[in-house]
């Protein structure tokens, strides 16, 4: 049994069908990507593996074990965790507090929620925002933060939602520095992105969705290539 | 090391401050102060760090109060055993409540709570034959020099102070105010949110209730329309806190002490006007304080540090 695998998965709200049997599945430490245009059901895929909404049907298995019933913190402290697009920072948290507000998953000591904490911002370059507020920072270091605070919860899934998103160009290169490190110390990672840079960069693999349905997945340059997603990205006509 | 020598010299100004001010009327101020200092940081753990606003805490003062004034009534036990009975009574309470109140966020919470403490206001006025209804509870005090009470309310705020004080420095604060600054970022980060909602209810409840057994005692009179009183109970418990600063450690009891002096200078020199006066007090509050005044003083106080060091502190865990 794979690593982590969703099983035609589906989500209707009311009559809208957000997302329709998708399947795919990853193995340890792998990069996976996950494309497709505004509306497609990216984030709602995350919202679905972290159980911030209930499956209309289908199955998610996380290391052999179902998963797709339990409550979202569960499914965290089994180890999934994940950022968000619209970043949540903890605003009148420090940045460092943030960060230890994760890492007290695994301990119940402060100091050791905090020794964790430094550890983890070194890693995100955030080390000298540590005393600041989470609502002074820049978007640059809100996305930061977002990984930071999931990396504090010592995930062996990441899901990041467009952690690159309205970031300048030198910014995106050093978030693709980042998720590199953080594929490069072990953990398994699902990238929803637009910047094709940033997939390209990181994923082994791609799936590419539109209107909650699969397009196609596999090799990245096969998929961006695939008539069907350019078609979907640009129109017929491109094809 | 300054922090220990502030915190031993306000507890022998406590200690002493009775034998100073003997007047009776002066000690029932302070012992006033000190039952509000109580209930607000009690209240203060719950809606100030774990951000569930609750406008129905006359429900758990009320119990408390009411478990100590019914074991006189009916069983004639002493009403002092209300201030073992009364938290218990508070707390067991507080759990259903908060299982189902705590599927609610935000204003919804605040007015199920709302609700709860009118709900009970209401079946013990009605409830007569085992609450006495509208004609309340009157028990003879065996106690009537005010010292001792001072001791005892001074206990009651130690105690709600030491609480809040080391679940806030603790993992427990940590989740609080997650939970209060965005529920699903502290759900995904795994903390089990209802859980910790109810951790942080459950001891504000049994402060709150005990704190009403304390009251009943003192007071030796309660009515339903006094003790489960929205204006005079509920709200007035999140103005204290308000005015003091909201989710600081000391700012509920600043706030006790400022509100009942004003409120006795208000009541004496302009009689029912006063209601007037609190109204323009709290609009100038939310106005121009709206951490409250410990919170603003904390806020004055980063600045300044900020400027001599070039670098801020951690800023959990503020007063």
Known sequence: MAFFEVRRIVKNFGGL????????????????????????GKTTIFNLINNFFPLTAGEIYFKGKRIDSLPTHKICALGIARTFQVVKPLKRMSVLDNVMAGAFLHTGSTS??????????????????????AKKLTIADRKRLEIAR???????????????????????EEAIEVIKKISRSGIAIIIVEHKMKVIMGTSEKIVAINFGREITQGEPREVINHPEVIKAYLGDHYA | MKKV??????????????????????QHILITILIWAALGTAWNLLGGYAGQVSFGH?????????????????YNISPWWGLLLGPLVSTLISIPVGLICFRLRGPYFALAMLALGEIFRLVFINWVTFTNGAKGIMIIPKITMKLPYYYMALGLFFL???ITGLLIKSRFGYYFISIREDQDAAESLGIPTTRYKLFAFLPSAFITGLTGAFYMNYIAFIDPNVVFSLANV??????????????TLWGPAVGAAIYILLSEVFRTRMGAASVLAFGILVCLVIMFLPNGI???????????????NGGEKSGLLRG
Not at chain 1, 17 to 40: D, M, R, T, W, Y
Request: aromatic fraction near 4%; hydrophobic fraction near 50%; charged fraction near 15%.
């Open chain 1, 17 to 40: 069908c957000a997302v329709h049997e998708i399947s795919f599945s990853l193995e340890k430490g792998q990069v996976i990507g996950l494309i497709g245009p505004n509306g497609s």
């Open chain 1, 112 to 133: 050791q929620a905090r020794a964790r904490a430094l550890e983890i911002l070194e890693f995100c370059n955030l080390i000298n925002k540590r005393d600041l507020d």
């Open chain 1, 150 to 172: 999931a990396l504090s919860t010592d995930p062996e899934l990441l899901l990041l939602d467009e952690t690159a998103a309205g970031l300048n160009p030198k910014e995106t």
């Open chain 2, 5 to 26: 020598l502030i915190n031993i010299t306000v507890a022998i100004v406590a200690i002493l401050l009775p034998l100073v001010f003997r007047a009776p009327y002066h």
């Open chain 2, 58 to 74: 006359a429900a758990f003062f009320g119990l408390g109060a009411y478990t100590a004034g019914i074991l006189a009534l009916h």
């Open chain 2, 160 to 162: 709600s102070l030491t």
């Open chain 2, 234 to 247: 509920s709200v007035m418990i999140i103005l204290v806190v308000m005015l003091g600063g909201v989710a």
């Open chain 2, 294 to 308: 410990v919170g603003e003083l904390d806020g004055l106080r980063k600045m300044a540090l900020r400027k001599m």
